[in-house]
């Protein structure tokens, strides 16, 4: 069972950590600063980004 170890509140995180950890073809991405992060039984299939989604965004658009 994953359970909310995070300060983001569980009514956002938890339904897709379980989306992720139930369809095994699912991968979870995660762009927060300072709490990026996920549990373990989903590690192998995240991409976690510890940083400002604003930065974030504006960086991926320079590079296509």
Do not use: H
Not at 2 to 21: A, D
Not at 39 to 58: F, Y
């Amino acid at each position: 069972m994953v359970r909310n170890r995070y300060k983001t509140p569980g009514i956002i995180k938890y339904p897709f950590w379980q989306m992720t950890l139930e369809n095994k073809r699912a991968a979870y991405v995660c762009v927060n600063y300072g709490e990026a992060a996920c549990p373990e039984e989903i590690a192998e299939r995240s991409v976690l980004i510890d940083g400002d989604i604003g930065e974030v965004v504006k960086e991926f658009c320079k590079r296509k």
